[in-house]
């Protein structure tokens, strides 16, 4: 069974950074990739980042250059350092984890990150 537990949401202003946490643990088997979802209220859920296991990366086009997504394969840890939050990034953010045993995936609690000065 693998738990994924997230952290690192809050308030923060306009143009600030955060930096998001999905920790992994338990019982399970290598890890293939972990990722970041968003989803606002009245809009769909979307793609914010992904990583691969050998580090190859992807990010949605509302956040290239503003966001990072990084991992911690020692400690299976996924993170997501936002810079430059626009309002409009104001989400609740899900992390998702692919391992071999459960190629479609677990879910992380959810984290609300609200933008606004």
């Known amino acids: 069974q693998l738990q994924l537990v997230e952290s690192g949401g809050g308030l923060v202003q306009p143009g600030g950074p955060l930096r998001l946490s999905c920790a992994a643990s338990?019982?399970?088997?290598?890890?293939?990739?972990m990722g970041w979802l968003r989803q606002a209220p009245g809009k769909e859920r979307e793609l914010v980042a992904v990583?691969?296991?050998?580090?190859?990366?992807y990010y949605g086009d509302s956040v290239k250059g503003r966001f990072t997504i990084t991992r911690d394969n020692a400690q299976n840890t996924v993170y997501l350092q936002m810079n430059s939050l626009k309002p409009e990034d104001t989400a609740v953010y899900y992390c998702?984890?692919?391992?071999?045993?459960?190629?479609?995936?677990?879910w992380g609690q959810g984290t609300q990150v609200t933008v606004s000065s």
């Open positions: 998702n984890v692919k391992t071999s045993s459960r190629i479609s995936g677990y």
């Open positions: 338990g019982s399970f088997f290598s890890i293939i990739a």
């Open positions: 990583i691969s296991s050998v580090g190859t990366t």
